[in-house]
């Protein structure tokens, strides 16, 4: 059996296990069950704090897992990003009172807040910049009021704590993250590949829908270059011999803008449709 860390609370857990329900898998039902088998797909799920998922993954105890990137760095473990899941986008940066920073060189012999304290000291030390790090659990925006710390480094979304706690960023984001699959490099254990290609799936079918619409042959061409398709659109042929049907999946986001430049051109009952499912 593939052994799968899930996230069981916070931020990451409802969509990984909405993603891994969208891929075909059996997923706990009650938030209290620790492990969830699901024989016809061969896979056990673990479900277990995000901080520890690279922990046991790094460690071996589990093959795969679902997790930030940002806790993958953060746990400096031997574990490595396999893919990118699309959701739980963030941030990681530097904050501090309004208008009291401006650059990370300020930052020298300050004494910087955080939960991610591994992810911190790593890029402290590749610049070179000497501060005090001290390790939070949580609600990293209050210490600096509080008188614990001068500076924080935090996960950042909207930024509307930051804004409620008169803070702001400043300098360049120190990681971009969003929810990974982790697993050990040169690790392949049996159905990994399976895992890996129903996750793509799901991301397909999130990113795209498939576009159906009539035109004229002669413009065919034209019509393709604006909805090229994966690889090539499908072009079916009508009745009426002057007219075909084209087919292509497209980026959700560029929908109706293609369905504007379609109509423009001459095309006509011009449909999109959701993608359930996909291997691409
Ligand atoms: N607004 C957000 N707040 C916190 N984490 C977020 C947010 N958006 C995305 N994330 C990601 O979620 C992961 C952190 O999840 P985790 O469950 O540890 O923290 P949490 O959501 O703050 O939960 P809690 O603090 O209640 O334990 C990180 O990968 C982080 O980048
Ligand atoms: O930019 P925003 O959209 O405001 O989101 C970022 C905030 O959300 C998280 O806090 P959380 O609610 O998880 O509390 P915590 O700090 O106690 O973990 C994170 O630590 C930031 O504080
Ligand atoms: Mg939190």
Redesign the pocket.
């Given at each position: 059996m593939l052994r799968v860390a899930v996230?069981n609370?916070?931020?990451?857990?409802e969509a990984a296990t909405t993603m891994l329900t969208e891929a075909g898998y059996r997923q706990r039902r009650d938030n209290r069950e620790l492990v969830l088998t699901d024989q016809e797909n061969h896979v056990e799920f673990f479900y277990l704090?995000?901080?520890d998922i690279a922990v046991y993954v790094g460690a071996g105890t589990l093959d795969v897992g679902l997790?930030?990137?940002?806790?993958l760095l953060d746990a400096r473990v031997d574990a490595v990003e396999l893919l990118e899941l699309g959701f739980?986008?963030?941030t990681?940066r530097f904050a501090g009172p309004l208008g009291r920073y401006s650059d990370i060189d300020q930052l020298a012999g300050r004494r910087l807040a955080t939960?991610y304290d591994g992810l911190l000291r790593g890029y402290l030390a590749e610049r070179g910049i000497e501060a005090t790090v001290v390790r939070l659990?949580?609600a990293v925006e209050s210490s600096v009021r509080l008188g614990v710390a001068d500076a924080i480094a935090d996960?950042?979304?909207?930024g509307s704590?930051l804004r409620a706690a008169g803070m702001e960023t400043f300098g360049e984001p120190i990681l971009r993250?969003?929810?990974v699959l982790i697993g050990r490099d040169g690790h392949e254990p049996e159905g990994i590949d399976v895992l890996i290609r129903r996750l793509q799936g799901v991301l397909v079918a999130r990113r795209y829908v498939m576009m159906d619409y009539d035109i004229r042959a002669d413009l065919v061409d034209a019509a393709s270059a604006i909805t090229p398709g994966l690889e090539s659109p499908t072009i079916s042929p009508l009745r009426d011999g002057e007219w075909v049907a084209v087919r292509a999946m497209v980026l959700r986001t560029q929908t109706n803008r293609m369905m504007d430049e379609l109509y423009a051109l001459g095309a006509r009952a011009i449909l999109t449709s959701a993608i359930h499912a996909a291997r691409i």
């Open positions: 996230p609370k916070g931020s990451l857990s704090r995000p901080r997790t930030g990137r940002d806790l739980a986008a963030s990681f939960s659990d949580g996960v950042v979304e909207t704590t993250s969003e929810a």
